[in-house]
């Protein structure tokens, strides 16, 4: 089964800096989708960017980019020139590509505070 | 367009009562998906739609809780005998299918078991 792995449960960052939010996954499977995804307190789940592990380019929508390392099985969000609204739950999660479910799995998520 | 609407936002039922969960989906979205949010973790997955089918079920934590999508638009997801464990949000999010489509996911409701 697959999983993903999110280790640090809180980090904060002062605002107009860049921080980075870490990921791990296990699976068996070569092709694959890696996602993150913000929760601001209002609870509604947004994607913030996605990355499809047959693509060598990381993934990069305006101040937030990627850090796929897919030997490594790793997948970390960088977000730069922080802003308090970027303050929220990110998830990272993992669907298969090919046959099954389209099942997201998700990290138990990082709390990210923003100072201003 | 309108999002991912779920009714109700909130509900409160006594232990051993029943309890029915309503999705909306984007018009057009073939896949809907049930999550189970605990406080504090990730969102969990229940069970899985494309069209009227339920494709996967293998989340649903026991036989008390069922889900539908008759005519392959709204869902209900519906928790019998509730128990004070099945306290959570529950999210249900759309999405086209296949590829790296993105789930569109709905506030959620939040389940309290007293």
């Known amino acids: 089964a697959q999983t993903v792995t999110q280790s640090q449960p809180e980090m904060s960052v002062q605002e107009a800096e860049t921080v980075t939010l870490s990921c791990t996954y296990d699976t068996s499977e070569s092709d694959y989708y890696l996602f993150w995804y913000k929760q601001p307190p209002s609870r509604q789940m947004i994607l913030v960017i996605r990355q499809e592990a047959y693509k060598q380019q990381n993934a990069t929508e305006n101040r937030f980019s990627v850090n796929f390392q897919k030997a490594a099985k790793s997948f970390s969000l960088k977000i730069s020139d922080s802003q308090l609204g970027d303050a929220a739950m990110y998830f990272c999660a993992y669907r298969r590509s090919q046959g099954g479910s389209e099942k997201l799995v998700f990290g138990k998520g990082m709390k990210l505070t923003v100072n201003p | ?114």
């Open chain 2, 1 to 114: 367009g309108a999002g991912v609407s779920q009714s109700p936002r909130y509900k409160v039922a006594k232990r051993g009562q029943d309890v029915a969960l309503r999705c909306d989906p984007i018009s057009g979205h073939v896949s809907l998906f049930w999550y189970q949010q605990a406080l504090g973790q990730g969102p969990e997955f229940l069970t899985y739609f494309q069209n009227e089918a339920q494709l996967d079920k293998s989340g649903l934590p026991s036989d008390r809780f069922f889900a539908e999508r008759p005519e392959g638009s709204v869902s209900t997801l519906k928790i019998q005998r509730t128990q004070q464990e099945d306290s959570a949000v529950y999210l249900c999010a759309s999405s086209l299918a296949g590829g790296p489509h993105e789930q569109f996911f709905g506030p959620g409701t939040r389940l309290t078991v007293l």
